[in-house]
């Protein structure tokens, strides 16, 4: 017997829409999950389903995943940026580039990039260590290290020189995606005309990536050397190639450094967490630099990783477009239909998490994670479009880490309270100050601010 289709239920949230103040996007997301697993959005004039619902998921991700391809509106606010490429392309044009270079990210081919990346982050401490007793600002010191090490893995470029600059404009940018006043970028308006700058910033920088000195064999071989300019490439080609590589290092390097801030953020504000961390650093490291082998020891590192991306995903939201009619899980949905997923709301979804709020690594622990349901815990997304640099993205976080926690007292303001900031990534609204002091010997990198 067929298997009666109805319509998704939007009721219950347009009554909430009407009565609530909606602060923002995060917030609005908030109330749509709580009105049910698959609920349809009643505002605009195509069908928006939210989707809070590990099963509804599966089925457009993984499933019929041919049937969702990336939103043309979504890419509209990104692509005056970056082009189009393997973030934002759809069917031939996405296949052909993660065919491409889907390799050279694999676990097994990062691998040779392990002592470059202890080496940068060390860099970046021995730099600290020229300034101790002051602040820095970890959000911007995060996205400088990786951003440093992003070009260099991917590109083989060091770009440590630029990236001081560089920063805070990437973040105007993210925060200008997203704002109502994102205008056609042609108009010159002051926020315009800085945009405009950025991009021209990051193309010369990416296509001085692109065209490097000399060869990179010396040295390291970097992941998209596919992308680097050949002598008789066509103009079209080179544009092709450029774009793709902004892909990469926006989408890399913003994605990781807030997934690392938030990471050391948290583990601030949970001292006996952090005590077990540092412990579990002293003990497998011995005081020496990270290897590769030493990083799959530092199984509680990685479970309060895990627990970090359960409630900071740093890709809070992302949508799908349908091609054609489909029924997901008993649902019609129209063709042309827009599909959210919001892995903040799911990863907090009481169905899924016990005390969802709070943060808690143990749930991660080798018992514990055989029970999380299947793509009810997504922060790397699923299916044939599941992030392609995510051990490059977890081999950083875990090396910058464990020197940072190895090296440094983590001394941040205990009263400094940090809220989320929903743009495409979820970033922390405000800087936040970290004091420079080095642990001494026997310490265990807490003390007064
Ligand atoms: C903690 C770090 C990271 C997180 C949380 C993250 C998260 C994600 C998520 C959720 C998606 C899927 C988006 C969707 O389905 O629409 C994605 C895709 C992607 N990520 Fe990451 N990412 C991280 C690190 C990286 C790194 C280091 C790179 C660069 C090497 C990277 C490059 C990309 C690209 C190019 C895609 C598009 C893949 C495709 O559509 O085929 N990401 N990422």
């Not at 697993?37 to 069908?47: A, T």
């Not at 011995?286 to 990783?305: K, R």
């Not at 640099?389 to 009263?415: N, R, V, Y």
Request: charged letters at 20%; hydrophobic letters at 40%; glycine letters at 4%.
């Amino acid at each position: 017997m067929a298997t009666k289709t109805r319509k998704a239920p939007w009721m219950k949230l347009l009554f909430k829409i009407a009565t609530k103040k909606i602060q923002n996007r995060r917030h609005f997301c908030t109330i749509a999950a709580s009105c049910g697993g698959i609920v349809r959005i009643p505002l605009g004039f195509r069908s928006t389903f939210f989707l809070n619902d590990a099963d509804a998921i599966t089925h457009v991700l993984v499933q019929n995943e041919s049937n969702y391809v990336k939103n043309s509106h979504s890419n509209a606010r990104l692509e005056p940026f970056i082009g189009p490429g393997l973030l934002t392309n759809s069917g031939e044009a996405w296949r052909q580039t993660r065919h491409e270079v889907q390799r050279e990210l694999y676990y097994k081919n990062i691998i040779p990039y392990a002592p470059f990346i202890t080496k940068t982050v060390q860099k970046h401490l021995d730099d600290w260590k020229q300034r101790l007793g002051s602040h820095v600002d970890l959000v911007h010191e995060m996205s400088k290290l990786v951003f440093d090490i992003s070009a260099m893995a991917l590109f083989g470029g060091d770009v440590q020189s630029m990236t001081h600059d560089i920063i805070p404009r990437l973040h105007a940018s993210n925060k200008y995606f997203v704002s109502g006043l994102f205008l056609k970028t042609g108009i010159p308006t002051p926020k315009n005309l800085q945009f405009r700058k950025t991009k021209k910033i990051i193309d010369d920088l990416m296509n001085d990536l692109l065209n490097p000195p000399q060869p990179y064999d010396n040295y390291l071989t970097p992941a998209l050397r596919s992308f680097r300019h050949q002598p008789d490439d066509s103009e079209s080609v080179r544009l092709r190639h450029l774009n793709e590589a902004k892909h990469f290092i926006l989408a890399g390097h913003e994605t990781t450094a807030t997934a690392l801030t938030w990471t050391l953020y948290l583990l601030s504000k949970n001292p006996d967490i952090l005590q077990r961390v540092i412990a579990e650093i002293d003990t497998v490291l011995n005081g020496q630099a990270p290897t590769l082998e030493q990083l799959d020891q530092l199984e509680f590192m990685t479970m309060v990783i895990d627990e970090t991306l359960r409630l900071y995903p740093s890709l809070w939201i992302f949508d799908r477009a349908a091609i054609n009619d489909d029924i997901m899980c008993n649902y019609q949905v129209p063709a042309k239909s827009i599909v959210i997923i919001c892995p903040y709301t799911l990863h907090r979804n009481p169905k899924y998490w016990s005390n969802p709020n709070q943060f808690d690594p143990e749930r991660f622990n080798k018992n514990n994670r055989n029970y999380v349901p299947k793509n009810a815990y997504i922060p790397f997304g699923s299916g044939p479009r599941v992030c392609i640099g995510k051990h490059l993205g977890l081999m950083i976080m875990k090396f910058a880490i464990s020197m940072i926690l190895q090296q440094f007292e983590l001394k941040i303001d205990p009263k400094l309270d940090v809220a989320q900031e929903p743009l495409i990534t979820i970033k922390p609204d405000k800087a936040i100050p970290l004091k420079l002091k080095e642990r001494s010997q026997g310490k265990q990198g807490r003390g007064q601010i």
